[in-house]
């Protein structure tokens, strides 16, 4: 008798566990490309200007970059913050390890330069904007396992749609 039930049960809700299947598939797949080939990133703030806006940017970035060692200088990359490990930060790499690099140190108040070699297993990152960006010259030089991806393409706003290019540090 409950083996004729759930018989019955299976063949009523057949499309039902199709649907779930088909669903469950999916989420598995979105799972995977977020977490390792690529990712949607909101980013806003003033550290980035004029590259990106004050106003939300919404960016595409790979992932794979950074795990095949092929970031370099002038990529614009994401990165966990090593100063606040919940957030996590659009900068531009100025230098890569081995790179020496030279930049001012607090531009808001002197024109004092400071270089230093960027140790191995490290990226240098920098805002386009040095008067309002906390990145390497605060917190130092950033572990190449705190890199989380490299921006390629800005989505929004429409007017900005497109790749973003690389740029070499002046």
């Not at 088909?22 to 980035?48: D, E, R, W, Y």
Request: aromatic share 8%; charged share 20%; glycine share 8%.
């Amino acid at each position: 008798m409950g083996v004729s039930r759930l018989r019955e049960f299976i063949t009523k809700n057949k499309e039902v566990f199709n649907q779930a299947s088909f669903v469950a598939q999916l989420i598995c797949i979105l799972h995977l490309n977020k977490t390792h080939i690529s990712t949607v990133v909101l980013s806003h703030g003033p550290s980035m200007l004029p590259t990106l806006n004050i106003t939300p940017d919404l960016l595409l970035a790979e992932r794979l970059s950074p795990r095949l060692g092929k970031v370099g200088t002038g990529d614009i990359v994401i990165v966990r913050s090593p100063v606040a490990p919940r957030k996590v930060v659009t900068k531009r790499v100025i230098g890569v390890e081995g790179d020496s690099v030279t930049y001012v140190v607090d531009p808001n108040t002197s024109d004092r330069c400071e270089t230093i070699v960027v140790p191995k297993g490290h990226i240098w990152v920098q805002g386009d904007n040095i008067y309002a960006s906390t990145d390497s010259r605060r917190f130092g030089p950033v572990p190449y396992g705190l890199l989380e991806g490299r921006v390629f393409f800005r989505i929004w706003p429409p007017k900005d749609f497109g790749p973003l290019e690389r740029k070499l540090h002046k």
